[in-house]
């Protein structure tokens, strides 16, 4: 059986204590692959493999360390968020393990919400995703808890003075980049809300546009959910276009954790002008197949 991924996002991306504490937690159950922080989104991704029990132990135990040195109540930061854990999803490599991810995520969840006595809420893309429940931020998803509106799915019903909740599921594989861009955060706004899916962009692209004043520039945050459906040069093409029709400039991207051969072979393939590219046609790929 092919191990599982998870890619847990935690709100603090300054604390270099902190973080490297959550990441240690994380390492002594399970394969730790990659580690991505931000200090003006104060957020850090861990990148992580395992299998079921693996990924179980590791993710209880960085929600507890994470629960146990962050409090929201002083956080700032420009990414949203309802928790110090603030979403934990499980992540099948192959399609056909979707529903074993589901199974793990309804494992993980539950003992967060006994083990460690945080309100997890389980999250259903695309209807019901992450963006679903941080609406408002903390205070307004226990408004809606206490109206009866939302019920966790675990554990209590009241969010963590200090550590808030977790939002928790399964999901397809998808790839968290941004664009960098120097200019006025009306323009990233802008041009957000035109590649984004909900407003007539690219299919499965969730977008926001943000102020990184610690980087100086402004930012167009997305997930490319579907990223065989939303080819990932061709939105970075629309968005330098949309930059530059307003007088702005892009200055950089960014990749948030890890990334599917399948899309980095299929940009390397339309920069290359090669025709027919795929990851078919990558040596290593081609050898992990044999």
Excluded: C
């Excluded at 941080?134 to 799915?153: K, M, N, S, T, Y």
């Excluded at 040069?233 to 200055?251: L, P, S, W, Y």
């Amino acid at each position: 059986m092919p191990p599982l991924e998870s890619v847990p996002n935690f709100s603090e991306g300054r604390d270099r204590a902190t973080i490297a504490a959550i990441g240690e937690a994380l390492a002594t159950g399970a394969r730790l692959l990659d580690v991505h922080s931000d200090e003006d989104h104060n957020r850090s991704v861990f990148t992580l493999v395992g299998s079921e029990t693996e990924l179980g132990d590791a993710l209880v135990a960085g929600v507890r360390v994470a629960a146990e040195r962050i409090d929201l109540r002083r956080h700032d930061g420009a990414h949203p968020r309802i928790g110090a854990a603030d979403v934990v999803p499980i992540v099948p490599l192959r399609p056909e393990d979707l529903e074993r991810a589901r199974a793990a995520a309804a494992l993980v969840g539950r003992r967060i919400g006994e083990e460690v006595g945080l309100p997890v809420f389980v999250y259903a893309p695309p209807e019901r995703g992450p963006a679903f429940f941080r609406r408002g931020g903390p205070a307004e998803l226990q408004r809606r808890v206490d109206a009866g509106e939302l019920v966790p799915d675990y554990g209590p019903h009241r969010l963590h003075d200090s550590a808030g909740g977790v939002i928790l599921g399964a999901r397809r594989p998808l790839i968290a980049f941004n664009v960098n861009v120097r200019g006025e955060l009306a323009v990233a706004r802008e041009v957000a809300a035109l590649v984004r899916e909900k407003g007539g962009g690219f299919p499965g692209v969730r977008a926001l546009g943000l102020d990184l004043p610690r980087a100086g520039v402004v930012q167009v945050s997305m997930n490319v959910e579907d990223w065989e459906a939303a080819a990932l040069h061709e939105i970075v093409e629309r968005i330098e276009q949309e930059v530059v029709a307003r007088g702005a400039e892009v200055v950089g991207s960014e990749l948030v954790g890890l990334m599917p051969a399948g899309a980095a072979a299929a940009a390397a393939g339309s920069v290359l002008r090669i025709e027919g590219f795929d990851e078919s046609h990558v040596l290593e790929l081609r050898l992990l197949d044999a």
